[in-house]
């Protein structure tokens, strides 16, 4: 059973849950500290992680379902769950079900307006697999899906949303756009062999990285927006700056000859960033609002 458990985490790539996890905890506490002058509540906040685990979970489990062929034949993604056989269509389709059940459940714990927008959630969360099929704007598409969690964060506590929350969702969204063309990068070749689309494999790796860079360009200017439009002070602000030299060495480890440390920039970096970026507003809105 544990071998089992240990084989869903690894298809569903649990330790990615870094990247968007500490968000969408930031959009629930800038939302209500903007909105409702605390901090959410502690049930408020374990309603919001589980509808984040149930929503990633569905997401990277469908998507596994739905690529299990085109894993098979690609020599990186062969080992993975499905096309290694460690798992079962019909073991990997149970757990997608119960994962958009916890979903859904958490959601309706939550706000009305979280569950009017839950539709288009999962539009997105299952539209997105597709995306690679024909168009090389897959990564677009896939920054705007996991930045419903920040977003999802900051409507779930305060049943609002206004411009503030929609620039911080289009700066999580432009970043996760950005690393994702940089891991893209990994497999141009094969994608070309097997006509999926992605920038790299449209583009070439040096203007694909040359687009990564001017998304994080503007995900910079995103998060630098957000000290003028709330009540953030300095504390975040260090935080931001901190990060952006994160983003400048992710962006220096990776060249069109040299994609040995994609996987140092993609997750090592990233994860930082965004943990980073949580504490430094948590620390903040804490030293206003306790």
Known sequence: MFHKIKVFLDMIKIEHTLFALPFAYMGAIL??????????????ILWVTLAMVGARSAAFGLNRL?????????????????????????????????????????TAELSALAMKLLPIAVFCLT???????FTWLCHIVLGLTI???PLGGWVAVTNHCNWTAMIFYFSIAL???GFDIIYACQDVKYDREDGLYSIPSRFGIANALIVAKVLHFLTAVGLTSLFFLTDLGWWYFAGIIISYVILFYEHWIVNPNDMVRVNTAFFTMNA?????????????????LL
């Open 66 to 106: 739905l690529d299990r062929y085109i894993d098979k034949k690609n020599p990186r993604t062969a080992g993975r769950a499905i096309p290694a056989g460690k798992l079962s269509v019909a073991e990997v389709v149970i757990f997608i079900i119960v994962s958009f059940v916890v979903f859904f459940w958490a």
């Open 127 to 133: 539209f997105y697999s597709y995306t690679k099929r």
């Open 272 to 288: 930082a960033l965004s943990i980073l970026v949580f504490v430094a507003c948590f620390v903040d809105l804490a030293v206003k």
């Open 31 to 44: 939302g209500s500290a903007e909105v409702n002058g605390r901090f959410p509540t502690w049930m408020q």
């Open 147 to 149: 930045a419903l969690a």
């Open 175 to 177: 970043w996760t756009a």
